[in-house]
Every structure is written in C-alpha cells, then in structure tokens.
C-alpha cells in the first residue's frame, strides 16, 4: 500500500537538544578515518578562525536520522518501518558544527514517492543553533521496499 502523499509538508517538532562535546567530534573524526587537526585540536581550529574544533560534515547525521524517526514512527504515516532502507544523504551547511553548540533539529517530510513498488521519502532536517540560527540542512532519503521485493527476494 503506497505512503499517503498528504504527509508532503508535514513537520515534525524539534526533539531533545544535543550538545556537541569535543570528544564525540574526536571520536566520529576517528570512525570515519579522517586525521584533519580541526577536528581535534582548539588551537588548530582557532587559527582557522573557530572558536572550537569543528565537526566533520557527515557528523550531524546521527542527530538529524534520529529525528527523522519522528516521521518515520508517525502511526498515522502507517509505514513499515521493517522495509525502511537508507537510500541517500545530503547536506547544505550555513556554518559548521562546533564543540559546544547546542543543536536541534525540526523535520519535514519533503516528498513521498512511488516507484517500481517502493515509496521513497525524503525527509528535510533543519538543523539550528541555540540561537534559532539555521547551521545545517540535511535530507534523507528513505525507501520503503514494497511487498514485492519479498517475493523477488525468494522468501
């Protein structure tokens, strides 16, 4: 059964606020192999013009998914969220992510989609600073995988 397209639009309160640690930068910066000083070191960042070490660009995705869950765990959306695959991600910074900031995200679901069997959803994340200033925008693209992919599947 295809996704109710009257949910385009529909958003979704921010959630609890995250604060970003130095730390959890240092420790995504090393998960994902990436040795740039910014990330780890003040004085670094600072002679970059920061306040604090920055965050990698992919690091908000965590905080942006889980928020995404509000729409995606709506029960009136009625989607199946066993069939949910994570299809693509983008991310359009107004600044970037620093210790210290104090982040929370409101999302929206932009479009839903039907297509060869599958919905797919993208899913807007608007991310701001305790300020209400915007920092980041991040969409998610969700597939729903249709019954049929069971079948092609063999099970």
């Known amino acids: ?31 994902i192999g990436d040795a740039n000083p910014a990330y780890t070191d003040p004085e670094v960042a600072r002679a970059l013009g920061y306040a604090d070490v920055i ?6 995705f965590s905080l942006t998914f889980r928020e995404a869950g509000q729409a995606l765990q709506d029960p009136t959306l009625q989607l ?24 929370s995200v409101t999302s929206t679901i932009d479009s839903i989609k039907s297509m060869s069997g599958n919905d797919i959803l993208d899913i807007r994340g608007d991310v701001y600073d305790s300020a209400g200033e915007p920092v980041v925008t991040a969409v ?16």
């Open 55 to 60: 965050a990698p660009p992919t690091f908000v």
């Open 80 to 103: 199946d969220y066993g069939r949910v695959v994570h299809g693509d991600q983008k991310f359009h910074y107004h600044r970037p992510v620093l210790a210290g900031d104090r982040l």
């Open 140 to 155: 998610t693209k969700v597939v729903v995988r249709g019954p049929e992919s069971d079948s092609a599947e063999g099970k």
């Open 1 to 31: 059964m295809a996704l109710d397209k009257s949910f385009e639009g529909r958003s979704y309160p921010p959630g609890r606020t995250y604060e970003v640690g130095r730390e959890k930068i240092r420790e995504f910066a090393e998960a």
